[in-house]
């Protein structure tokens, strides 16, 4: 399975966002399960469900500064991340959670996630920005 096929299935399965894509990397990240989570977490629903960047765009950030940088090269990590970001601007429109959902759903700034059902898969993108995120990502992690 393709590590954008996990990331969306990491989603369809009630992780946020950003969890989701970061867990489909972990192990190149290094980390298990728990800490992966655990540092990535707070950032679904565009940064604590405040609908800022996106958590899929904020994954793809922490995905490439843990595997790609040596934690000094501020410049070509940058780079990497600009890249990424251009990549998913140009296919979904916006880094923008409240911009990337529609109606009511990028209203909701409240911190309490809405349940998951399939009314909430129907009125949201998110699935597939998880998946274009990872599928970024596996592009630039292969080059």
Excluded: H, W
């Excluded at 369809?12 to 728990?34: I, P």
């Excluded at 800022?52 to 994954?59: D, I, M, N, P």
């Excluded at 979904?92 to 911009?99: F, P, Q, Y």
Aim: net charge neutral; proline share 1%.
């Amino acid at each position: 399975m393709k590590r954008k096929e996990i990331a969306k299935e990491n989603f369809l399965s009630g992780k946020n966002c950003a969890v989701s894509v970061v867990l489909a990397f972990r192990d190149m990240m290094r980390l298990d399960e728990e800490t992966a989570a655990k540092l990535s977490i707070g950032y679904g629903g565009g940064f604590a469900r405040q609908r800022l960047t996106c958590g899929a765009v904020s994954a793809m950030a922490m995905v490439l500064g843990a595997v790609k940088s040596d934690g000094k090269d501020r410049k070509t990590i940058y780079e990497l991340i600009q890249k990424a970001c251009e990549e998913f601007k140009k296919r979904a429109g916006s880094l923008v959670c409240g911009e990337l959902l529609s109606g009511a759903a990028a209203a909701d700034t409240s911190a309490v996630p809405e349940t998951r059902t399939e009314e909430y898969y129907k009125k949201r993108p998110c699935a597939e920005l998880v998946e274009l995120a990872a599928e970024i990502l596996e592009n630039i992690l292969a080059e």
